[in-house]
């Protein structure tokens, strides 16, 4: 610092030489040297200014979510309270952002994410830990607010189990290629929120945890499409499942642990159009993905091991952009049970949704459910859901 500083006081003191008056006498050394020691001081003070700052510039972004909805489903309705949710977010460092979301509704309070994400590593590298939305497939990484239909589909539910909220790490790697290509690798302790084969409580061996494998890609294939794919599988090792002698009156109860993996694999694919003219309010979007669960079942009330059983499942949705406010679309999802592959659920879901501000909406959707087995009754609900948004939402309305 010591030679910034003189260097700053000779060159004030030359700007100072080449304007003084021609024939003036020159100034003693002594004089240049208190005029130098003075400079000195006078920098000093200036560098340990503090930089001016707003009062609020460390404090976290902040924002909550409102949803609810009324919902008729087989003539029996209800008003539900579905969610408020409080997101923070903000930079912890230069080299690292952390955020957290926690849910209240009437089953109590939650916290649904808590992580934290790298900026800045080397050979584009990005790293997340904590509790987080675990990067398997397409929709089920979404919060419920943000679906394009009011109740997650059948598939996502029952085969993921709700939202993919794990604890755990993440690792993606942007590939240095003439295209965009990301390679994640993630460990968890398991994945998905309602997922009851594994407990997020207590220590386990390395081949109980769940590895996940995703690649995913987005294509241009004109000015105004885009497509993008993504490929992934979930894979848990083995899994510890001890027979349940209140049930089965066995003296000696039954662990299981060999032939128990589970493997989740998915294929998704989303295509967008927007047509130049009709800038962000309207466009197609078309979304799909498809799900293969193999894994050896256990009877829901013995825990006896029953047969491996390898079943699928998915979705498909069209949602047309009319508009500023208007978008609305139909989906239809296929789920196999996962004891018995034959029993098929077939979900056809019309929904509209309406953006009155960029903070508010409001969607309507009717959907009917049938099991392709004689004598079964069809489902149908009828749901209204109403959403706000206050402050700033990490997610917000985000098109999808």
């Given at each position: 610092m010591s030679r910034r500083i003189y260097f700053l006081a000779a060159a004030f003191l030359w700007v100072g030489m080449l304007t003084t008056p021609a024939g003036a006498q020159e100034a003693p050394v002594a004089d240049v040297r208190g005029q130098l020691?003075?400079?000195?001081?006078?920098?000093l003070k200036l560098e340990g200014v503090p930089a001016k700052a707003s009062l609020s510039s460390f404090n976290p972004a902040m924002g909550l979510a409102l949803d609810g909805a009324f919902v008729d489903a087989n003539d029996k309705a209800s008003f539900q309270f579905r969610a408020a949710e409080i997101g923070i977010e903000a930079p912890i460092d230069p080299y690292l952002k952390g955020w957290a979301v926690v849910t209240g509704n009437n089953g109590g309070v939650?916290?649904?994410?808590?992580?934290?994400?790298?900026?800045?590593?080397?050979?584009?590298?990005?790293?997340?830990?904590g509790r987080l939305f675990a990067s398997f497939g397409r929709m089920a990484h979404f919060h419920d607010h943000e679906l394009p239909v009011v109740e997650r589909p059948l598939s996502l539910d029952s085969y993921v189990g709700g939202?993919?909220?794990?604890?755990?790490?993440?690792?993606?790697?942007?590939?240095?290629?003439?295209?965009?290509?990301?390679a994640t690798f993630g460990a968890y302790n398991k994945l998905g929120a309602a997922n009851a084969r594994q407990d997020d409580l207590g220590a386990r061996a390395l081949d109980e945890f769940t590895y996940l494998g995703r690649l995913n890609t987005s294509v241009d294939l004109t000015d105004s499409q885009t497509v993008d794919l993504g490929v992934d599988s979930a894979w848990t090792p083995k899994r510890t499942v001890t027979e349940d002698i209140a049930v089965t009156g066995s003296g000696d109860a039954l662990t299981s642990r060999r032939n128990t993996w589970r493997t989740l694999n998915g294929v998704d694919m989303t295509y967008?159009?927007?047509?130049?003219?009709?800038?962000?309010?309207?466009?197609?979007?078309?979304?799909?993905?498809?799900?293969?669960n193999n894994e050896r079942r256990f009877n829901a009330a013995t825990l006896l091991p029953t047969d491996r059983v390898r079943a699928y499942s998915g979705y498909s949705y069209v949602e047309v952009k009319s508009g500023r406010r208007?978008?609305?679309?139909?989906?239809?999802?296929?789920?196999?049970?996962?004891?018995?592959?034959?029993?098929?659920?077939?979900?056809?879901?019309?929904?509209l949704?309406?953006?009155?501000?960029?903070?508010?909406?409001?969607?309507?959707?009717?959907?009917?459910?049938?099991?392709?087995?004689?004598?079964?009754?069809?489902?149908?609900?009828?749901?209204?859901?109403?959403?706000?948004?206050?402050?700033?939402?990490?997610?917000?309305?985000?098109?999808?």
């Open positions: 020691k003075d400079l000195q001081q006078r920098i939650d916290v649904e994410e808590a992580a934290m994400e790298t900026t800045s590593l080397p050979y584009s590298l990005t790293a997340r830990g939202e993919t909220r794990a604890d755990g790490l993440e690792v993606s790697w942007l590939v240095p290629s003439g295209f965009y290509l990301n967008r159009y927007q047509p130049p003219a009709g800038g962000l309010y309207k466009g197609v979007v078309w979304g799909t993905e498809v799900m293969q208007l978008r609305g679309g139909v989906m239809v999802d296929l789920t196999e049970d996962q004891d018995d592959p034959h029993r098929l659920t077939k979900t056809l879901t019309g929904f949704s309406c953006d009155v501000t960029e903070f508010q909406r409001l969607r309507a959707a009717y959907s009917e459910a049938v099991v392709n087995v004689p004598g079964v009754p069809k489902n149908h609900t009828f749901a209204l859901q109403w959403t706000g948004v206050i402050g700033h939402h990490v997610h917000g309305f985000r098109d999808r």
